[in-house]
C-alpha cells in the first residue's frame, strides 16, 4: 500500500532544487535547478507559493499559485503552474492538487479561482472544465524579449 500523499509548501532552497524536475516538465524553458530555486524565491517574495504533492521527500505534483486583487474578480487565487510527473497523470492527483489549491484561496477569503491555459490544450481544457472552472474570455500575450516563453 502507498503511503499517504502529502501537500505541503515549498521554502526551503532544497525543497525548491527536489522539485525542479517534475517543474520542469510543465516549464521546459527552466534552465537550471539553481535559477529555478532562485525564480520561486523572487516571486515568492511577490506572494507566490509552490503547493507541492509529495510521497515521502519525493515531489509528485506541483501548483503554483499568488494571492491576486482586481477590478474583475475582486480578491482571487491565480494558479501560474500546475503539473503532476508524466507517469503519475491520469491518476487523480492533478484534481487533488487542484483542489488543494482552490482550497487555500476559500481560506484566503477569495471570490474566485482562475487559472490560465493554452489554446492548444484540449486535453488541459477537458480536465480544467471536469473541475469546475469555466472559461470567460481568452489570454492575450506579447513577448518583449528575444527567446521569450510565450
Given amino acids: 500500500m502507498h503511503a499517504p500523499i502529502e501537500f505541503r509548501h515549498l521554502e526551503s532552497r532544497q525543497d525548491l532544487l527536489a522539485a525542479f524536475p517534475v517543474m520542469k516538465e510543465l516549464r521546459p524553458h527552466l534552465d537550471s535547478a539553481p535559477a529555478f530555486a532562485s525564480q520561486v524565491r523572487r516571486q515568492h517574495a511577490q506572494g ?25 474578480y475582486g480578491r482571487f487565487v491565480y494558479v501560474d503552474d500546475l503539473v503532476v510527473s508524466a507517469a503519475l497523470q491520469r491518476g487523480g492527483l492533478g484534481a ?24 492548444h490544450m484540449a486535453l488541459a481544457q477537458r480536465f480544467y472544465f471536469r473541475q469546475g472552472l469555466l472559461a470567460r ?14
Avoid at 96 to 119: K, M, N, P, S, Y
Fill in 48 to 72: 507566490y507559493r509552490l503547493l507541492a504533492a509529495c510521497r515521502h521527500d519525493a515531489v509528485l505534483g506541483l501548483a503554483g499559485y499568488r494571492l491576486q486583487e482586481n477590478l474583475i
Fill in 137 to 150: 474570455g481568452l489570454h492575450f500575450v506579447a513577448p518583449l524579449a528575444p527567446g521569450a516563453p510565450s
Fill in 96 to 119: 487533488q492538487l487542484l483542489e488543494a489549491a482552490r482550497a487555500q484561496a476559500v481560506a484566503l477569503g477569495c471570490a474566485h479561482f482562475v487559472l490560465d491555459t493554452g489554446l
